[in-house]
Nanobody
Framework: QVQLVESGGGLVQPGGSLRLSCAASGSIFSINEMGWYRQGPGKERDLVATMTIHGRTKYSDSVKGRFTISRDNAKNMMYLQMNTLKPDDTAVYYC?????????WGQGTQVTVSS
């Protein structure tokens, strides 16, 4: 049974930083492309960033240059370093495979950017 658990969210002021973590159980983590997603208030869930096992990354235009995705395959962990946060970044953040698999969605971690 695969389980993905997100953590690290919180309340931060505009311009601040947060680092999100995704802990993955099961053997899929080391052989798949993984991604971070987010769902803002009243919005659909969108892809934020992806990273292959070989380290190739892709970012949505809205976070490019501000967010950095990384992963530690040995520890089955993935991270999202978020800098220069904006109020529009307020959302619940999730990790999943890319493309995502429905049964792997976790509870997510809330990020709120507000002064």
């Amino acid at each position: 049974q695969v389980q993905l658990v997100e953590s690290g969210g919180g309340l931060v002021q505009p311009g601040g930083s947060l680092r999100l973590s995704c802990a993955a159980s099961g053997s899929i983590f080391s052989i798949n492309e993984m991604g971070w997603y987010r769902q803002g208030p009243g919005k659909e869930r969108d892809l934020v960033a992806t990273m292959t096992i070989h380290g190739r990354t892709k970012y949505s235009d809205s976070v490019k240059g501000r967010f950095t995705i990384s992963r530690d395959n040995a520890k089955n962990m993935m991270y999202l370093q978020m800098n220069t946060l904006k109020p529009d970044d307020t959302a619940v953040y999730y990790c999943n495979l890319w493309p995502p698999i429905g049964r792997y969605w976790g509870q997510g971690t809330q990020v709120t950017v507000s002064s």
